[in-house]
C-alpha cells in the first residue's frame, strides 16, 4: 500500500542525488537504506506489522526518542 509524504523541494533533490549515486531504484528503497542505517531499525522491522495501528501514547513515545 502506498501512500504520500510531502518534501521539500530541497529533499527531493536530495534523494534524488543520493538514489543516483548508490544506484538505488526508487525513492522509498533510499530512505528505507537510510533509516537502516541511521535510526537503527533492523530490516526485520520493515512491514513486520502490516495494519498496526499508532495510539496517542504510542506517538508520544516514539516522539521523545
Same mark, same amino acid.
Given at each position: 500500500?502506498?501512500?504520500? #509524504? ?5 529533499? %527531493?533533490?536530495?534523494?534524488?542525488? *543520493?538514489?543516483?549515486? %548508490?544506484? #538505488?531504484?526508487? @525513492? =522509498?528503497? /533510499? #530512505?528505507?537504506? *537510510?533509516?537502516?542505517? @541511521?535510526?537503527? /531499525? ?6 513486520? /506489522? ?7 501514547? =504510542? ?7
Amino acid at each position: 500500500m502506498a501512500t504520500t #509524504i510531502q518534501v521539500s523541494g530541497t529533499t %527531493k533533490q536530495m534523494l534524488e542525488l *543520493l538514489k543516483e549515486k %548508490k544506484r #538505488i531504484r526508487t @525513492h =522509498d528503497q /533510499v #530512505i528505507q537504506q *537510510l533509516l537502516r542505517q @541511521h535510526a537503527a /531499525v533492523p530490516v526485520s522491522m520493515f512491514g513486520a /506489522v502490516k495494519g498496526l495501528r499508532w495510539k496517542g501514547k =504510542d506517538r508520544a513515545e516514539f516522539n521523545g526518542l
